[in-house]
């Protein structure tokens, strides 16, 4: 890498400033840090239509029949008539949020987003290795939203086969009423399986090519080998799931077979493909908040990250296991029980490496100088909710308890610790953390610590007692329990989750006015607000286009905070003078700095 | 927050309670320590000047150990319980049932005077189940459309039934009195109200009702509901050669082989 | 530069926010009048109805021969609701229903002769779902005519349709008092319907360019009026006894009658009901008489 200079490195400096037409500025843009902001915006919106979705099955399940108020009058026949939601419309609404929240929203708010903006700041490149790929990855995203979307407008209503899809629930519309729907749920995952592998190979050969001179592996901040590990598990997992839904579609359409009993096809084959790419998906979702929380940790407590290498260690492990433990999905499918024991064996050691990254953020947060930013709270709170959804895991992974647990409520709760409570809260830290980057402009802090402090109280509201229903045997995906003599003592409980709910989403509403107004008429930035070491912060808030003037070289790892030898500040930016400081010992000289291709990085 | 299972009524299924309170045991010292140590650091490590710390083998060795311990040991813990639950080992005296789900209705098939599923003799009640308390039974699933689930919450029983395949589940009721069946798994439109009743009798009441019942359906001598192939399976489609695909449990391995 | 940077942000936020609202409050579309239109149409293209001193008429009875298979009992034990509707005798099958040697729930309809084509009725035919029975068990309308189907009961329903030629539907009722209103763009004979919630409630519905049908009721008689003059084949169907037919020729002021005899020796015969417009058939139930679509106590 030291052989690279600035001319062979990609643009020219007097390129970066030229002047660009509003279409080609904002639309179709290849600016990595624009994509990203474009990506950031289009989930949001679908975070928010998903949060919609939540609350009509919430308030299906606290007033079970009863009309839908004050929006009731407004759905078609097909769905509510006079506002009393159908059962059908119900599952529609079940599978919709789900499939929108892990498709259109965390996974591109974590890979879309982060991924985007932050790789080729934080490894000092000018661009992705492919813009116009990159560009393409975001615009297939967008339309694969949209296809998803209109399956609210077709006849016979969106998918209802639970975003898990079932076969053959979900491969003959005999079953379901739902037809064209379903179609257009595989059509969209196909579509986004394109955009997702095209961003995996982008980021993928990013990180590998364009990293800046001295930035050797593991000098690199912790988010971007989670983004990159990341990049590698949708690059080997997508493609399943893409295959699995063109089967689907097959099945639906041209009368194949492949998952339906009565020509010979195997309905279980549904689910080891699913699962098959369903599980390394939950580390897709997970991996990249592991990274941002590492990130505003570590800045927030002042202190080099504790054990970098078994954090990247652990990441690396976690993604292995990830492509072993699908069989965990179904213990009580049908399939064989001397597999679950093994797939049980393989689950429960993954929550190893989790317990690692766990203690290990401990570890960084002790005897360090916590700062209480909104950031680093997200971050402290992603850790503290993370670990509830961990360990709520570990029930799961019994077969034994999850012979009694399964398809539960328990399920529901332990998803959205690990989904909500980890994914987004690490999202909403990275998104406080780089806004000042993306925007130029400050959240208000103030309102950003109310906006925490709400989320963490009616987050817990409304998902702790979600044990309880489950533990209590309430089915998940149910329209109406009231059939149930047994769960009849739940329906308190499950108003008081609405509620919560309601006041979940609300609070997001807070969110979303600091978001607007910190990035119309925020305090403008300066480029180091949080006195971090990263190179994103080593150029002007926000980034130029082209990112540097002349490309940084790196000197440093990511988390060199409070170093003994660093007078008057707690920080040392990694592309700080290399005389100032004797490097780390624990960072063998050279690793990783030989084996890098010198390459262009626009 | 209530965090304790519901009655489990069930006899020789407590290892799963018992697998649930060591669990929960376990995870609670886990979360206390994580979450009191962080509220702890953030309280304490406040406005002071940060140590330049990179990490502590032996502190990582030793929280990478024990959680590793806890694991494996948890793993061998459930394998044992899950084999004795899920493996082969219906008692040989067991009552037999045969369960048809469909959407959306449980098709209960009882083996008639002779015992034995398939027979002319069987008969088949719709959403209704009655079995002898103190007794194991032995269910054989089949569905006749989707994936649906037989769950029964107080008897900590749950066994998908997948298209083309016979799964098999059993328990023994170590109570009497009336529960209900439910579908857990999501089957359609009306997967919310999939229910059956289950009626738990005292032996004597039980076999009442079933010898009067048997000796009704051993008169009308009709063709059994309960198929030993599951319905739907290649055979039965018409232009497919007799040898295509393999009727046997689909197979997949906990079905049943013939 | 940076207050551009930012501004320009706005027209993409505000761009991306109105297609998702658009489409989001586009909701789930009509429906029910989305296959109307061809039915309008024909109604704009034809003449006037067949004048009075035109018509003719035609009478016919339904004949069962031999001993029909005793209806089986429904079990409607786990459904109270339903079981509570009914006293003593308990409720039974309705698929072969003979009194006096009359068969009821016949289809009977003019399957060829006639050249013109009729208006569309635009008021609904009424198929109900009371006490876990469809109410009428076999009935018709015309391609196009609005067919409203009502709930009665206080639990869940399913309309399950399976046409082939048509589009099928699977919708819910799950309180009493719903009412969907659907329609059938293209003649059909028969669809079958049914609820997935009750495995016992079926019924068929035959669609039809003109209004000359009828079922046969209690005493087997159908009876259609007001045909233009011609020779016309009749064609009844049975859900079990499968298709006969008879011609008749009609001159003005004409009143033909027509008879059908089932008999017992044709259980099992072949009941055109088509291949479902889905790739995917199950089991037998559309080319042969259904006769495991419904399970009573055995």
Known sequence: MATVTTEAAGTPVTDVEHEQSFLRKYVFSTDHKVIGVQFLITSLLFLLFGGLLALLIRWQIAAPGEPIPLIGGLFPEAMAPSGIMLPEFYNSLVTMHGTFMVFFAIMPLLVGVFANFLIPLQIGARDMAFPRLNMASFWLAFAAGLIMLAGFLVEGGAAGAGWTSYAPLSANPEYTGVSLGQQLWCVSLVVLGLSSIAGSVNYITTVINNRAEGMTWFRLPLSVWSLFITAILALLALPILSGAVIMLLFDQTLGTQFFLQSGGGQPLLWQHLFWFFGHPEVYILILPAMGIASEVIANGSRKPIFGYKSMVFAMVAISFLGFIVWGHHMFQSGMNPTLGTSFMISTLVIAVPSAIKTFNWMGTM??????????????????????????????????????????????????????????????????????????????????????????????????????????????????????????????????????????????????????????????????????????EWQTPSPAKHGNWVTLPTVYHGAYEYSHPEVSDKDWLAQNERPEVVTPYEGEPEGAGSTDVAPAGAG | MDWTLPPNLAAGRMAIDETYYIILVLTAIAFVLVEAGILWFMFRYRNREADYVHGNNTAEIIWTAIPAIAMVWLGIHSGGIWS??????????????????????????????????????????????????????????????????FFLPFMRVKQDAVPGMTTRTWFEAAETGDFQLACAELCGLGHYRMSASVAVLPADSFSTWYQTRAKEAAAEADSSFWTETPPNTPETVSGLPDDYGTAESGGEGSGEHQ | MRTTDLRGWIPTAVAAVTAAAFVA??????????????????????????????????????????????????????????????????????????????????????????????????????????????????????????????????????????????????????????????????????????????????????????????????DGSVAMDGLPPGEYVIEAWHERYGVMSDTVTLAAGDTASVSFTYSADMAGAEVPLGDPIYPHDHGEESHAAPADAEVGNR
């Open chain 1, 366 to 535: 002790w005897r360090g100088n916590i700062q209480l930013r909104t950031s680093n709270l997200f971050g402290i709170g992603f850790v503290m909710l993370f670990v509830i959804g961990g360990l709520s895991g570990i029930y799961m992974a019994s077969t034994p308890v999850d012979v009694y647990i399964h398809d539960t409520y328990y399920i529901v709760a332990h998803i959205h610790y690990v989904l909500f409570g980890g994914s987004l809260f690490a999202i909403f830290a990275g998104i406080y953390y780089w806004f000042p980057k993306m925007f130029g402009r400050m959240m208000s802090e103030t309102v950003g610590k109310i906006h925490f402090a709400l989320t963490f109280v009616f987050f817990n509201l409304a998902f702790l007692p979600m044990h309880e229903v489950g533990l209590g045997g309430m089915m998940r995906r149910i329209y109406d329990a009231s059939n149930y003599q047994y769960l009849q003592d739940m329906q308190g409980l499950n108003e008081f989750i609405s509620w919560s709910a309601l006041g979940l989403f609300l609070v997001g509403l807070i969110f979303a006015g600091n978001f607007i107004y910190g990035m119309l008429w925020g305090e403008e930035a300066e480029a180091n607000p949080w006195n971090a070491n990263t190179l």
């Open chain 2, 84 to 149: 004795e639950i899920k493996g082969d080992s219906a008692p040989d005296d067991a009552f037999e049932l045969g369960v048809t789900a469909r959407q959306f209705e449980w098709m209960i098939t009882y083996p008639g005077a002779d015992s034995e599923l398939g027979t002319a003799d069987d008969f088949t009640l719709r959403n209704d189940v009655r079995i002898p308390v103190d007794r194991a039974v032995s269910v054989k699933l089949h569905t006749e459309d989707v994936i649906h689930s």
């Open chain 3, 25 to 218: 409050c586009g909701g789930g579309g009509d429906q029910a009048g989305q296959e109307g239109g061809e039915g309008q149409q024909a109604a704009q293209q034809q003449g006037p109805v067949v004048p009075p001193d035109s018509q003719a008429f035609v009478r016919g009875a339904v004949q069962f021969e031999g001993t029909a298979p005793e209806a089986e009992s429904i079990d409607m034990s786990q459904e109270q609701f339903c079981a509570a509707r009914y006293e003593a005798p308990e409720p039974r099958t309705q698929h072969v229903v003979v009194n006096d040697g009359m068969l009821q729930n016949v289809f009977v309809y003019v399957s060829s002769g006639l050249e013109r084509s009729f208006p569309t009725p635009q008021e609904a035919e009424t198929l109900d779902q009371q006490a876990c029975r469809y109410r009428p068990h076999v009935m018709g309308v015309q391609a196009g005519q609005p067919l409203a189907i009502m709930n009665s009961d206080s639990v869940l329903h399913n309309i399950n349709a399976t046409p082939s030629a048509n589009r099928g539907f699977n919708v819910s009722q799950p309180q009493a008092g719903m009412t969907t209103t659907r329609k059938f763009a293209v003649e059909e004979v028969m669809i079958p319907v049914a609820c997935d919630v009750h495995g016992w409630m079926n019924a068929y519905i035959g669609v039809l360019p003109h209004p000359f049908y009828d079922v046969s009721g209690q």
